[in-house]
């Protein structure tokens, strides 16, 4: 059977994905050729159905993959990517899902007739529940751009966007938002043990709470200031909590705060 597509980087990430696209049968074992140098690494791999090498160079000389992902850390991606420039012709388009690498980065390795769409994936798409955002240069077709978001859907949500300056913000967001999220769960879990609750209890109901909230939001159709109106009866407990949380725009205030500081790092480490 043709290769489809050449993974290159077996991690935590690339793992999941590779395990999204072969289980909601997008892909199949057979079509994928996983490229990682760690054995243990790249056993799991093969475990999964896939062919498997520990370098680029043992991909069979014959193969014109549709994809090439490229799913290793932003610091040797310059290496990493140099290994595939065989397949920057045209006929293989390129996904990079490395954090604050350019575009240009990798049209300025392979040359200017690849096809590349850089992603900007999150940890959550660990367990299908992701937030990948995408943007593309000028030569990836449509049908390609459509086969690359149906692939991604298999680890969460997709979105596009046109302009990459964009990215910056995205980072910001949703790709260091699990991170704020989490915190959030560590100090309502902390807020709960002041109040008196047993540790155990505390922490189930903190993330119990944020998780059953979040997916209520996601499924309603109601905006999450309607769910919130809901839930606040006047002069009520709740309303008591969120004159704190919303006075001045306290947690707004914060969150934007925290965000921007995301963001003009990210432009820094793009730099």
Not at 18 to 31: H, V, Y
Request: proline fraction near 5%; aromatic fraction near 4%; charge should be negative.
């Amino acid at each position: 059977m043709t290769i489809r597509l050449v993974l290159a980087g077996c991690g935590n990430m690339g793992y999941a994905m590779l395990s999204g696209w072969l289980k909601s049968g997008k892909l199949a074992p057979a079509t994928v050729f996983v490229v990682e140098p760690n054995n243990d690494l790249r056993q799991r791999a093969a475990a999964l159905g896939c062919a498997i090498a520990a370098d680029a160079g043992d991909i069979p000389a014959d193969t014109v993959p549709d994809l090439v992902v490229i799913a290793v850390k932003p610091q040797v991606i310059r290496h990493v990517t140099t290994s595939y420039k065989r397949f920057g012709d045209g006929r293989t388009t390129f996904v990079s899902i490395a954090a604050g690498t350019p575009v240009a980065t990798f049209e300025e390795i392979l040359g200017n007739h690849a096809p590349v769409v850089r992603c900007m994936p999150n940890t959550p798409a660990s367990i299908g529940k992701g937030m990948m955002v995408v943007f593309s240069n000028p030569l990836v077709s449509d049908d390609t751009k459509r086969f690359v978001a149906d692939l991604l859907s298999a680890s969460g949500e997709v979105a596009t966007i046109d302009d990459e300056g964009l990215m910056d913000a995205v980072t910001a967001v949703s790709g260091s938002g699990p991170a704020y999220i989490f915190h959030f769960i560590e100090a309502l879990t902390v807020a709960a043990e002041k109040a008196g609750l047993p540790t155990a209890t505390a922490r189930l109901l903190a993330m119990q709470t944020v998780y059953g909230a979040a997916s209520l939001a996601a499924e309603s159709q109601d905006e999450p200031g309607v769910l919130r109106q809901q839930v606040t009866s006047p002069n009520g407990t709740t309303a008591a909590a969120l004159a704190v949380l919303m006075g001045e725009d306290r947690l707004t205030n914060l969150l934007t705060e925290a965000v921007e500081a995301a963001r003009l790092r990210s432009i820094e480490l793009g730099k």
